[in-house]
């Protein structure tokens, strides 16, 4: 079996199994070699580059590959259309601007929309069958708020008025959504993927009232329709430290904290080991340390998991552009001597 696998369901594992969100992208000199030559869209829509891109990080040691694709690939069968702008990230052509908007936005069959990704699925299965490969999407907040701002976001104007002023209009909107990502990740896990996870990367901006009321319900809704998959379910988010005994309402096998919060403390407000596993989560920007800050900064993630099964070792969100591959590559091995059973 796999460590990953194993350590996602709480069992014991030889060593405490580590992979990066983000671990394909423009921090290797093999992925920026690829970009010189394709936009990033082309590389996402062609199965060929995205089986190559995700198996990138294997030279890394890593103990699972994540999918190459973005959670953004969608929006584009919903009709919204989608440019990456060099500098500015992603731009919606047509975002949602009005209620009727909404009203007419229709679920769509992911083998149409989105086959290209199940492709890679295969690929990457057929090419790697030694390493589990994990499949995701966004979650239904963070899509429904790039829907709505047409790009990335500092106030999240748009989304917490639709929200506010709006409730049953975002609430058509989150079921459209919760639908589209449950079948994405159906999709995704019959074409082989072997975990899910949901990132929902922005939720953080919200008041824990306001993610109790309208985005809870439909998290919970999503992940139940994912139990009969029989694969590990992981929900990430960030900014979300001041609610995490909420998250216990989640049918989920682990949940992915980010740094603002001690693991430690997260764990035992997640219900602890007995309950869930727990994934993350060192600050992305500790690899920009010095090596020594970077040893110190692992240990101490290791420290406050204490070795206890059940603990996926992460990153508490992406790894950024300007990141040394030599030190990814260290934190791999340190985390893997540092836990090795004797
Ligand atoms: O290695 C992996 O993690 C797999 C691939 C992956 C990508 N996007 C490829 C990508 C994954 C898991 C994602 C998820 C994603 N995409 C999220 C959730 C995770 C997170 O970081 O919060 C979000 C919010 C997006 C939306 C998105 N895609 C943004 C905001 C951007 C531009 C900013 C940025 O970081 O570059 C992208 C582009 C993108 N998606 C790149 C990659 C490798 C960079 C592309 C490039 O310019 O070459």
Redesign the pocket.
């Known amino acids: 079996m796999s460590r990953f696998l194993d350590a996602c369901y709480r069992r014991p594992t030889d060593a405490t199994p580590v992979w990066?969100?983000?671990?394909?992208?423009?921090y290797q000199p093999e992925?920026?070699a690829l970009?010189a030559k394709y936009d990033?869209l082309t590389?996402?829509r062609t199965p060929e580059i995205a089986v190559q891109?995700?198996l990138l990080?294997k030279a890394l040691g890593v103990d699972a590959l994540?999918?190459?694709?973005?959670?953004?690939l969608p929006l584009v069968p919903l009709g919204l259309g989608l440019r990456?702008v060099?500098g500015k990230?992603?731009l919606l052509e047509r975002s949602l601007r009005t209620v009727d908007d909404i009203a007419r936005l229709q679920p769509f069959p992911i083998e149409e929309g989105l086959g290209f990704v199940l492709e890679t699925v295969r690929g990457v299965r057929a090419a790697e069958p030694d390493l589990p490969l994990i499949g995701?999407a966004?979650a239904p907040f963070?899509l429904a708020s790039?829907a709505l701002e047409g790009?990335?976001s500092r106030h999240y104007q748009r989304t917490k008025t639709l929200m506010y002023a709006h409730p049953d209009a975002w609430d058509r909107l989150m079921r459209v959504l919760t639908e589209v990502t449950a079948a994405y990740l159906q999709a995704q896990v019959q074409a082989g993927a072997q975990a899910v996870?949901v990132?929902d990367?922005?939720v953080g901006a919200l008041s824990p009232a306001m993610y109790r009321r309208a985005v809870l319900p439909h998290l919970q809704r999503l992940f139940s329709r994912l139990a009969d998959l029989r694969v590990p379910r992981i929900y990430?988010s960030?900014g979300t430290a001041g609610w995490l005994p909420d998250l216990r309402s989640l049918d989920v096998e682990v949940i992915s904290v980010d740094w603002r919060v001690d693991l430690d403390r997260a764990w035992a407000q997640l219900g602890g080991p007995e309950r869930v596993a727990i994934q993350g989560n060192l600050d992305p920007l500790a690899l920009l340390a010095p090596r020594d800050v970077l040893r110190e900064q692992v240990h101490e993630v290791l420290r406050r998991a204490g070795g206890r099964p059940g603990h996926i070792f992460n990153l508490g969100?992406?790894?950024?552009?300007d990141t040394d591959p030599d030190q990814v590559r260290r934190v791999v091995d340190w985390v893997h001597e540092a836990t090795l059973a004797v």
């Not at 990066?20 to 423009?26: P, V």
């Not at 994540?66 to 953004?72: E, G, K, Q, V, Y």
């Not at 969100?317 to 552009?321: A, D, E, M, R």
Request: positive net charge; glycine residues 14%; charged residues 10%.
């Open positions: 990066f969100m983000r671990q394909a992208g423009r992925y920026r970009r990033l590389m996402l891109v995700t990080p994540i999918l190459f694709a973005d959670i953004l990456f060099p990230g992603p995701f966004g963070t790039y790009g990335g996870q990132f990367s922005w990430f960030t969100h992406g790894i950024l552009p």
